[in-house]
């Protein structure tokens, strides 16, 4: 079993739609838990980062973690062509130790 | 957010040349640095853990005389691809750790490589 699952997709929603992005793991001990877009031959780029259970709202995005299901999202609200990309959860055991990654979410914006 | 820069940003070179890739945190100091490969529609793998001073930590499987690692300043990191061959073309990233408040790693731009 992997440490960290995440629906490959590709997801395709229209402009203006609500994204929901998830990941689950499987040990308890993660502590840190972040989000990186990734666009196409690019560098990943962070998006949010939490380290508690519930919700972390930063403009259209919100990062919500529930420790006691193992389970992250990162909502997108109103979204936009320009998010089109891929979407990697990331968490860590330890600060400043290695990033478990997910295996990424493609997203499609359609105008 | 913090700016980590690499270069080159795309190389092509022929089979059994070596290839450097620089790994520079711009606007801080990184006394950590990590590298990862990363193949189409995959996630990143980390190859190795870069500290400065000393030697790299590399991921089981990767081969450290294959990809040498040198962290000689806080802020360049370097990996070399030697005896480069086709199945070494991917896309390199690094990244660098930034100690704050909280730690956070910081990618950069990835660097992609091809062997003929």
Not at chain 2, 3 to 17: A, D, E, L, M, N
Not at chain 2, 59 to 88: C, R, W, Y
């Amino acid at each position: 079993q992997k440490e960290v699952e995440q629906d490959p997709g590709p997801l395709s929603v229209p402009e203006g739609a609500i994204v929901s992005l998830n990941c689950t793991y499987s040990n308890s001990a993660f502590q840190y838990f972040m989000w990186y877009r990734q666009y196409s031959r690019k560098g990943p780029e962070l998006l949010m980062y939490t380290y508690s259970s519930g919700n972390k709202e930063d403009g259209r995005f919100t990062a919500q973690v529930d420790k006691s299901s193992k389970y992250i999202s990162l909502f997108i609200r109103d979204s936009q062509p320009s998010d089109s990309a891929t979407y990697l959860c990331a968490l860590i055991y330890n600060q400043g130790g290695k990033l478990i990654f997910g295996q990424g979410t493609e997203l499609s914006v359609k105008p | 957010g913090a700016v980590v820069s690499q270069h080159p940003s795309r190389v092509i070179c022929k089979s059994g040349t070596s290839v450097k890739i620089e790994c520079r945190s711009l606007d801080f100091q990184a006394t950590t640095m990590f590298w990862y490969r990363q193949f189409p529609k995959q996630s990143l793998m980390l190859m190795a853990t870069s500290n400065e001073g000393s030697k790299a930590t590399y991921e089981q499987g990767v081969e450290k005389d294959k990809f040498l690692i040198n962290h000689a300043s806080l802020t360049l990191s370097t990996l070399t691809v030697t005896s480069a061959h086709p199945e070494d073309s991917s896309f390199y990233i690094c990244s660098a750790l930034w100690q704050g408040m909280t730690d956070t790693q910081y990618f950069g731009p990835g660097t992609r490589l091809t062997v003929l």
